[in-house]
């Protein structure tokens, strides 16, 4: 059992420990603490809730992070490792996408490892330069810049979206890892 809540200044170091143990893995980029606390208002958390513990244990969270006037991301998505498949993570993507709705975005995307966590949720893939703001903000520094193995998706959240075309020349994209393959939608 879990509930979701606005994020506190107390939870930053755990969603902080949370996130350093992923971006170990390569899986997302790591942040500071201090980023996330800079950032609590775009957090929701998943609070443990049975057996009521002493504490606070927060055991998810994630951040609505603004790309464009048009644009969101989904990012900084951690579930605890011992919580994982409770649909916590279902959970805290719902919420992201109430936040974005109700900030006025167009779209929500991600850059993921787990494309088909995103794609149960109702994302669809799309090309990386279809949301190149993300690359411009972060991908230029990111380790796996020249060897990228993640998948872009977009959901669009409302009727018809109307974007600028985000594709630029002047920026390279990052490379595809030679590991990388299409996703497969049919199975
Ligand atoms: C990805 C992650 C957030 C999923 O959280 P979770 O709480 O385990 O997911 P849920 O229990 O809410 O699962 C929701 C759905 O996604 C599916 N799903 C979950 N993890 C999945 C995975 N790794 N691959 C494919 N599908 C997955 C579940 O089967 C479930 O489908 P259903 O609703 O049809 O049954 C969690 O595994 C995690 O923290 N991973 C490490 C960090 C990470 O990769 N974050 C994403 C960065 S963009």
Redesign the pocket.
């Known amino acids: 059992m879990f509930r979701l809540e606005e994020a506190r200044v107390e939870d930053a170091p755990r969603l902080h420990a949370l996130v350093e143990r992923?971006a170990a893995q390569n899986?997302?980029l790591p942040r500071t603490v201090e980023s996330i606390v800079q950032t609590l208002p775009d957090w929701v958390v998943a609070v443990a809730e049975a057996p009521a513990p002493a504490v606070r244990q927060v055991v998810?969270g994630a951040c609505l992070t603004v790309l464009a006037p048009e644009l969101a991301e989904?990012r900084s998505?951690?579930?605890d490792p011992e919580?994982?498949?409770?649909?916590?993570?279902?959970?805290l993507v719902e919420r992201i996408i109430d936040m974005a709705r109700a900030r006025g975005y167009q779209q929500l995307c991600?850059?993921?490892?787990?494309p088909?966590?995103f794609l149960?949720m109702g994302f669809r893939p799309v090309e990386v330069a279809d949301i190149s703001p993300k690359v411009w903000v972060d991908c230029q520094h990111c380790p796996k810049y020249e060897c990228c193995d993640e998948y872009a998706l977009v959901m669009d959240l409302v009727p018809n979206p109307v974007l600028p075309n985000y594709r630029r020349t002047d920026l390279p994209l990052p490379m595809k890892s030679p590991n990388w393959v299409p996703l497969d939608l049919v199975s």
Request: glycine share 16%; net charge positive; with cysteine.
């Open positions: 992923y899986v997302m998810g989904v998505l951690v579930v919580r994982q498949g409770e649909g916590i993570g279902r959970c991600a850059l993921t490892l787990v088909k966590f149960s």
